[in-house]
């Protein structure tokens, strides 16, 4: 099954802390992409991060770093000196033919 | 640089009704996909079109279909509409020749069945 799964529905986190989001997935295949989608009340979906599989690295862009574990298939989203603007709707997904998890929305508290 | 845009932004139709949404693809994108997102859900993939044929397929009947215009531009068109119908339609467009590239979603189209 070429499934996406988010556990966590709700998370919250305090303004300027640190919060990570968990994603694992499914495939049978040796080299794909993963990705962040943000997705705002005004709902336009945005990338946030993506992640090559074959790559060992961790993707990092500013204040937005993975933690990916190709063998656990594991791609969790940490978030740093959390913004109010970081509240949302966040979407773990695969590439290709883009498979979405179900969200994870976050509420950032001043 | 003109992003994903979709028209009509909302849309509101009966059961057994028949509905086009349109989207024209980021400037230099030439493949476009097609998404169902139910209310508190993810986006779920319909198809993706490019060079005007369907090229992927998600787990949806023959009541989605659509079409690619030369210019790159899509339609998704739903036919005999059911209440479950109802959801925010996502258009994303991409590059083709960078399989795997991410892909630039517009704001969508709600549509309510009635």
């Known amino acids: 099954a070429q499934t996406v799964t988010q556990s966590q529905p709700e998370m919250s986190v305090q303004e300027a802390e640190t919060v990570t989001l968990s994603c694992t997935y499914d495939?049978?295949?040796?080299?794909?992409?993963l990705f962040w989608y943000k997705q705002p009340p005004s709902r336009q979906m945005i990338l946030v991060i993506r992640q090559e599989a074959y790559k060992q690295q961790n993707a990092t862009e500013n204040r937005f770093s993975v933690n990916f574990q190709k063998a656990a298939k594991s791609f969790s989203l940490k978030i740093s000196d959390s913004q109010l603007g970081d509240a949302a709707m966040y979407f773990c997904a695969r590439g290709n033919q883009f498979y979405f998890g179900t969200g994870t929305s976050l509420t950032v508290i001043p | 640089d003109a992003g994903v845009t979709q028209s009509p932004t909302h849309l509101i139709k009966t059961r057994g009704q028949q509905v086009t949404l349109r989207c024209s693809p980021k400037s230099g994108h030439d493949t476009v996909s097609w998404y169902q997102q139910a209310l508190g859900q993810g986006p779920q993939f319909i198809f993706q079109?490019?060079?005007?044929?369907?090229?992927q397929r998600g787990n949806f009947p023959d009541r989605f279909s659509g079409h690619q215009f030369p210019n790159y531009s899509s339609e998704l068109n739903v036919n005999a509409l059911l209440l479950g119908d109802s959801a925010l339609y996502l258009c994303a467009s991409s590059l083709e020749s960078a399989s795997n590239q991410p892909q630039h979603f517009g704001d969508g189209t709600r549509l309510s069945i009635l």
């Open positions: 495939t049978s295949e040796s080299d794909y992409y």
């Open positions: 079109y490019y060079e005007e044929e369907e090229r």
